[in-house]
């Protein structure tokens, strides 16, 4: 683990040194959106497909969406209680509530997962991610952040979960999965080149992303929550779970090192959209991200 941590690291470092030396015409938060961009709507759907296609699918999906979805909505009802008798400004909690509730599954989970536990754990992250974290972050998450944003928008769940890329090529590929049809040789060596763009391009973006965060130190003491809840507190939770629906060892292990990513660094987007406080959702992303290095490899020596 410790060996693919540090090589996704010096991806996320390769980002955070651009940010800072940049000297082109292009900002750093247009090369950020183009890379995400191009990401979601492209890559991203590609190697959902072509993971899932070929994936094992049966009762453990089911066991991973519900420990997922447990770990993502115990930490909402938990940020919610924190942050009213912290008695903290609305934007500041709706911040708070997307940073400690939605894991980095997917652009961290997958690749130290796959490169940790072996092949078939990749498959874990992107069930994990798109049967129950997405889902909710896509419903519950954004009808939060209208809530407790500053701008007033009053988005429709249904219609915001329709215009999701990897959301369609996850129900794609589980029809075909579960029809048994057979991926062609081709389209499995296209989809597969288009896949493994994701995790660099996404690495490198986390790293664009991360310079804001150096900036808004003065949101430390307000971050402590989310550090808590999403690096400790969600995979013991998650855990405990998987023990309940009784998961094999190694499949638990996988769900628990997904509970313990880091927060997702596209939350940022929804802040910005919905006017909640960016600079605190920024100090999230960067806290969690650095202190990920260290709290991970515990989790993966504990789980052992």
């Known amino acids: 683990m410790i060996s693919t941590l540090i090589q996704m690291f010096a991806l996320i470092g390769l980002g955070l040194g651009w940010s800072f030396f940049n000297t082109g015409e292009i900002s750093n938060k ?3 959106k183009v890379l995400t961009d191009v990401v979601y709507y492209l890559f ?3 190697l959902v497909l072509n993971v899932l296609w070929s994936a094992s ?3 453990d999906t089911l066991k991973i969406s519900i420990s997922a979805a447990t770990g993502v909505i115990s930490a909402l009802l938990l940020s919610i209680f924190i942050c009213r008798r912290c008695r903290t400004r609305h934007t500041v909690v709706g911040a708070v509530l997307l940073a400690a509730a939605f894991p980095n599954a997917t652009y961290l989970g997958y690749p130290l997962l796959k490169s940790t536990l072996g092949e078939w754990a990749g498959p874990v992250a992107i069930q994990y991610d798109l049967l129950a974290c997405t889902p909710l972050l896509l419903t519950v998450g954004i009808m939060l952040a209208a809530h407790f944003g500053d701008k007033g928008e009053k988005p429709h769940p249904f219609y915001t979960l329709m215009k999701v890329p990897p959301l369609w090529a996850a129900a794609i590929a589980i ?3 579960l029809s048994q049809v057979d991926s062609p040789e081709w389209l499995q060596g296209l989809l ?3 896949g493994s763009a994701v995790i660099p391009l996404m690495l490198i973006a986390i790293g664009l992303a991360l310079k804001q965060g150096f900036r808004e130190t003065r949101y430390l003491v307000t971050v402590i929550p989310v550090v808590m809840i999403q690096l400790f507190i969600m ?3 998650v855990w ?3 023990l309940l629906l009784g998961m094999n060892t190694s499949l638990t292990t996988a769900v628990v090192l997904e509970a313990a990513m880091p927060s997702m660094a596209l939350g940022v987007v929804l802040c910005d959209r919905y006017g909640l406080n960016t600079g605190v959702y920024a100090a999230s ?3 969690t991200t650095l202190l990920s290095l260290f709290t991970l490899p515990v989790w993966y020596q504990i789980l052992q």
């Open 30 to 32: 247009t090369i950020r």
């Open 44 to 46: 991203l759907p590609a």
């Open 57 to 59: 699918l049966g009762l």
């Open 175 to 177: 029809l075909l999965n």
């Open 192 to 194: 597969g080149m288009m």
């Open 235 to 237: 995979p013991l939770i």
């Open 240 to 242: 405990g779970m998987s």
């Open 285 to 287: 992303v960067t806290t």
